[in-house]
């Protein structure tokens, strides 16, 4: 049988209405109260009727996190950390995967923002621009933009020129006087910021600026990483150094390539990756790359778009999260 507000006001020797405010956030309650009886409740095993309370309160308790892909480690890294947040939410989640299509992005938008099913959006990795996000704004659904800047709405994001300055920094220290670069086209990664990082590190040490030694891949796969290692020692075999903002499967891809090809890494060939997916400790050698903190990005994000729902923050806020170089073998 349900535990009734009731059964908890027995127990707890006050009024089901008192009760009743401290399960739905209510004000003018001691601490000493709502504590005791969110104590009893969460002894006898109460779970208030969500569906009442949101026809009552026109709120769904319920918030929605859409991602591009659920087969991603950077999103499951990202999603552990909402998941994990150290604050009591009273809020369910609910997963959309957008399964990397722009198209099915824009109409999710457009539904949830509008059939009101959710009462606030959590964006990783978002496809789309700035522009067709307006959905949110106007329909006044707080939305938290995860691994990107966004100038209309709340974000969390990293400093991705900061990551990939220092990477190539490190790699010029190391002697090198070739470091290629490999970005993405992917539309959710941030590689104009990473590339501008990349720039400023051989502005800051003197070294020219060699258009042809940026390459661009497809996709952030191990395969992408096979032949655009194929590419660059083809044509530029002085390079001693690969710098992957792409991400760290490109990387890897290199290095298992590097391997077909008799090329020693790191004593021929060094190579940085971004990201530190799991894979990067496993590969041989392991792979030196930049660390996001994507624990603490989806930690952020929960507690920011709470904030928002519940009336703690009001306007635009943006959190900017630094980067962690941790160099293993490969370099």
């Not at 950077?74 to 150290?86: D, E």
Request: net charge neutral.
């Amino acid at each position: 049988m349900a535990v009734t507000l009731k059964d908890i006001a027995k127990r707890a020797g006050v009024t089901a209405a008192t009760v009743s405010m401290v399960i739905n956030g209510k004000p003018n309650i001691s601490e000493g109260t709502r504590k005791k009886i969110l104590k009893i409740a969460k002894e006898l095993n109460y779970y208030p009727n969500v569906i009442a309370r949101g026809l009552a309160t026109r709120k769904s308790n319920a918030i929605g996190v859409i991602v591009p892909n659920l087969a991603s480690s950077f999103v499951i890294r990202i999603l552990q950390g909402i998941k994990s947040t150290n604050r009591d939410v009273d809020y369910t989640v609910q997963l959309f995967d957008t399964i990397g299509q722009k198209e099915n992005e824009s109409q999710l938008f457009q539904r949830l923002a509008r059939e009101r099913r959710i009462d606030g959006v959590i964006l990783i990795g978002a496809l789309v621009s700035d522009e067709e996000l307006h959905i949110f704004r106007d329909e006044s659904v707080p939305c938290i933009v995860v691994a990107r800047k966004c100038d209309i709405l709340d974000s969390v994001y990293v400093d991705n020129a900061g990551g990939a300055k220092e990477a190539t920094q490190y790699l010029i220290g190391k002697g090198h006087e070739k470091v290629a670069c490999v970005i993405c086209k992917k539309q959710n990664l941030p590689t104009a910021d990473r590339l501008r990082g990349y720039r400023e590190a051989l502005e800051l040490h003197g070294k020219p600026l060699t258009e042809e030694l940026i390459f661009e891949v497809e996709d952030d796969t191990m395969a992408h990483g096979n032949a655009v290692l194929n590419e660059i020692k083809t044509n530029y075999p002085e390079v001693t150094a690969i710098f992957v903002p792409a991400g760290d499967m490109v990387a890897i891809g290199i290095i298992k390539q590097a391997k077909i090809m008799g090329i020693s890494v790191p004593n021929q060939l060094a190579v940085v990756g971004y990201d530190d997916i799991p894979g990067a400790e496993i590969i041989e050698p392991s792979l030196t790359t930049v660390r996001q903190p994507k624990l603490e990005m989806g930690d952020y994000a929960i507690n920011m778009i709470v904030d928002k729902l519940e009336g703690r923050e009001s306007g635009i806020k943006h959190k900017e999260l630094q980067t962690k170089f941790i160099v293993r073998e490969s370099t």
